[in-house]
């Protein structure tokens, strides 16, 4: 009799004991899978929202734990991202080639955590066909149908612009957003297709301001004069490197202000605008190149940049 007893107040205790040991499981196990959850949880963003060939993109990360270093590869380029304090967020500026054809293309990141740890993640963007205009131009003959003469200038300058372009920076150099050149309208955009004397085809690969002869000319952002001359198309034309293979070129000057290796800061005169080249009238042209990309300039003006 005092088994049964025994046995009729336990059993009640050890169900208790059992439910409680129970719940406590499938709370740790929810709280490890909500840790796990947010540890793989990764926000990667764009601008512009909306990608097309062409364009300059700047990508922001925010990764799932604090990391010492974050990279990635798009289309076939590598981009180094820098820390922005005051969002907690790595950022990037790439840009997409005029010849990438519609589809999804992913982004591949990898970090290395405080602790060594490497980690990584993927994310597939959406980029979209851009339609650009074709308009037919006039140019004196030379440009067109180079002399002998002409022609030895112009592999000369190819040599030229090939060696300036070598010695980029692999660090950042540019600060903030990218500011215009220029106080002016514009008169002709990234992207058109040219047809110079009814013969020549060509893209025009820049972004043109309408102004006079002896316009003052800024940078558009800090960096280094890698090249000052005047060569047969571009005319008197200056490259700033802003870092991490973005560059920005001011053709058809009329006068050079700075010289090659100076260091420029955002606003700072460079030259005056002129006609030099191979162009229709006095102008200032814009163009922005990323790792031998051409890339629309009028994005970049846009973006607004840590």
């Known amino acids: 009799m005092p088994n049964l007893i025994s046995v009729a107040i336990f059993k009640p205790i050890r169900e208790r004991l059992f439910h409680s040991a129970l719940v406590a499981f499938v709370l740790l196990s929810l709280a490890a899978n909500l840790s796990a ?35 990635g590869n798009w289309l076939g380029h590598e981009i180094a991202f820098s820390f922005d304090a005051s969002s907690k967020s790595w950022f990037a500026l790439a840009g997409i080639s005029l010849e990438t054809k519609p589809g999804a293309y992913p982004i591949q990141l990898h970090a290395e955590t ?68 220029v106080n002016a309208e514009i008169s ?15 893209t025009h690969q820049g972004l043109d301001f309408r102004v006079p002869s002896g316009t003052s000319v800024a940078a558009v952002n800090s960096g280094r004069v890698i090249l000052a001359r005047s060569l047969f198309f571009e005319g008197n034309c200056v490259a700033i490197d802003h870092g991490q293979g973005l560059l920005t070129l001011y053709l058809h000057l009329s006068k050079f202000l700075v010289k090659e290796g100076d260091d420029v800061s955002k606003g700072q005169a460079i030259g005056l605008s002129g006609g030099t080249g191979r162009a229709t009238g006095p102008h200032l042209h814009l163009a922005v190149r990323w790792q031998g990309v051409y890339l629309d300039p009028a994005v970049l003006l846009k973006l607004s940049l840590p």
């Open 37 to 71: 959850a947010t540890a793989a949880h990764w926000i990667v963003g764009n601008q512009p929202a909306r990608l097309v060939n062409g364009t300059p993109v700047l990508f922001r990360v925010t990764t799932p734990t604090p990391v010492r270093t974050l990279s």
């Open 188 to 202: 002709d955009v990234f992207g058109v297709e040219r047809v110079f004397n009814g013969t020549v085809e060509s």
């Open 114 to 181: 405080s602790a060594g740890e490497a980690i990584s993640f993927e994310k597939t963007f959406s980029v979209l066909r851009q339609r650009y205009p074709r308009v037919p131009l006039k140019v004196p003959p030379r440009y067109t149908a180079p002399s002998a003469e002409d022609q030895r200038q112009i592999e000369q300058d190819k040599e030229t612009k090939a060696e300036a372009f070598k010695t980029l920076s692999s660090g950042r150099e540019w600060n903030g957003s990218f500011a215009p050149p």
